[in-house]
T-cell receptor, first 114, second 115 residues
Framework: QKEVEQDPGPLSVPEGAIVSLNCTYS??????FMWYRQYSRKGPELLMY????GNKEDGRFTAQVDKSSKYISLFIRDSQPSDSATYLC??????????????FGSGTRLSIRP | DSGVTQTPKHLITATGQRVTLRCSPR?????VYWYQQSLDQGLQFLIQ???????AKGNILERFSAQQFPDLHSELNLSSLELGDSALYFC??????????????FGEGSRLTVL
């Protein structure tokens, strides 16, 4: 079993819809959670970073962590065609501040239809 | 544009061959990370260099090696290539050796195809 599981998609939704992207994980000790966005033929870029449980909002994006369920989500409101990309969740344990300890999900491909 | 430059963008080679991938980090960044991305395994950390020294090692095969030069650019050497080595190889950089918040700057990747 992988430490971090992510539905690969593809997920296709119409423009303006609310998108929900999710990851589950097996290690309850994970404390730091990230979402990266990767456009086609580009490298990943950090979108959101959250610590422990709760919500974090940044414009149209909301990251949610439910540690009791070992489940994290990224919500995109008023989705735009420019949001079409692969979204990777990532997480790491406390006490390991090196980026080398970040575990990535395999990504969900999202397509927003105009 | 992340400021991280990777060459070549595409590479096609045969099994048993050796290739070198090159990465120039963002100006001022001291750390370079190498990742392998394949469809089934996702993004896998290979190795990190900080200011010329190896800092961390991940699931890097013995057939693979890397180094960081005094000008901070880095090279990833892949030898005795196998079909399963076909993947996207990303380089990322950061200012410091520790970036727990995940603030890594990725290049556009080198797509390696082994035939």
């Amino acid at each position: 079993q992988k430490e971090v599981e992510q539905d690969p998609g593809p997920l296709s939704v119409p423009e303006g819809a609310i998108v929900s992207l999710n990851c589950t994980y097996s290690n309850s000790a994970f404390q730091y959670f990230m979402w990266y966005r990767q456009y086609s033929r580009k490298g990943p870029e950090l979108l959101m970073y959250t610590y422990s449980s709760g919500n974090k909002e940044d414009g149209r994006f909301t990251a949610q962590v439910d540690k009791s369920s070992k489940y994290i989500s990224l919500f995109i409101r008023d989705s735009q065609p420019s949001d079409s990309a692969t979204y990777l969740c990532a997480m790491r344990l406390p006490g390991y501040s090196s980026a080398s300890k970040i575990i990535f999900g395999s990504g969900t491909r999202l397509s927003i239809r105009p | 544009d992340s400021g991280v430059t990777q060459t070549p963008k595409h590479l096609i080679t045969a099994t048993g061959q050796r290739v070198t991938l090159r990465c120039s980090p963002r100006s001022g960044d001291l750390s370079v990370y190498w990742y392998q991305q394949s469809l089934d395994q996702g993004l896998q950390f290979l190795i990190q260099y900080y200011n010329g020294e190896e800092r961390a090692k991940g699931n890097i095969l013995e057939r693979f090696s890397a180094q960081q030069f005094p000008d901070l650019h880095s090279e990833l050497n892949l030898s005795s290539l196998e079909l399963g080595d076909s993947a996207l190889y990303f380089c990322a950089s950061s200012v410091a050796g520790e970036v727990g918040t995940g603030e890594l700057f990725f290049g556009e990747g080198s797509r390696l195809t082994v035939l």
